[in-house]
């Protein structure tokens, strides 16, 4: 079973400060999908990553895909209160037609 | 335009008695995917439907657990005799196609609670 793990799992910040949240998985697959989701929210969509060397980025937030490494990051460039909320990664095997998610990073930006 | 609904948006309900819980998926979109969270956890999936058929249903927890889906449309989620390791929200989400280059949508989930 296709595991997947992110960390760090609870990250706090200040404002104006970088920092990259890591997921990496643990069987081959070239589509990644990162989401949000702020408290008693459901899930947004953020990115979605569909080949090895990936990059996206909106506005404050880039992620890009390693899929020789298994391995994405979700970096965050000078961070706003707004920011904060709990984010998860996603894996899927598209033969199996199942979404693996992460345990989520959940992020506090200090203002 | 309308997005993924799901209802009850918040079940209370006692050990032992069943549960339905409804998804309307966006219009159009052929695959839909129902997860369970934890608090505090992240997302545990249950079952994909590709159009009304469910290819793959070894991610229910147990027999307790049945979903079923009409054509492209409505789906539910049953769970008999409830147990209080049920508690949790229950998220559907949708897509234009099974697993592929198309993001999924989630709906705001049903928390289910069981006293």
């Known amino acids: 079973e296709l595991k997947v793990e992110q960390n760090p799992l609870f990250l706090s910040m200040q404002e104006g400060k970088n920092y990259t949240i890591y997921c990496n998985y643990s069987?081959?697959?070239?589509?990644l999908y990162w989401y949000r989701q702020d408290p008693g929210k459901s899930l947004e969509s953020l990115f979605v990553?569909?080949?090895?060397?990936a990059v996206k980025q909106e506005g404050r937030l880039m992620a890009s895909l390693d899929t020789k490494a298994r391995l994405s990051t979700l970096h965050i460039t000078a961070a706003v209160h707004d920011l904060s909320a709990t984010y998860f990664c996603a894996v899927d095997l598209y033969n199996f037609n199942k979404f693996y998610f992460g345990s989520g990073t959940k992020l506090n930006v200090k203002p | 335009g309308a997005g993924v609904s799901q209802s009850p948006s918040n079940k209370v309900t006692e050990k032992g008695k069943d549960v339905e819980l409804r998804c309307d998926p966006i219009?159009?979109?052929?695959?839909l995917y129902w997860y369970r969270q934890r608090l505090g956890q992240g997302l545990e999936f249950l079952i994909y439907f590709q159009g009304n058929s469910a290819p793959d249903k070894s991610g229910l927890p147990s027999d307790r657990f049945s979903a079923e889906r009409t054509g492209e449309s409505v789906s539910t989620l049953t769970i008999q005799r409830t147990q209080q390791e049920d508690s949790a929200v229950y998220l559907c989400?949708?897509?234009?196609?099974?697993?592929?280059?198309?993001?999924?949508?989630f709906g705001p989930g049903t928390r289910l609670t069981v006293t």
């Open positions: 069987t081959t697959s070239d589509r």
């Open positions: 219009s159009g979109h052929t695959a």
């Open positions: 990553l569909l080949s090895n060397g």
């Open positions: 989400a949708s897509s234009l196609t099974r697993g592929g280059a198309y993001e999924q949508y």
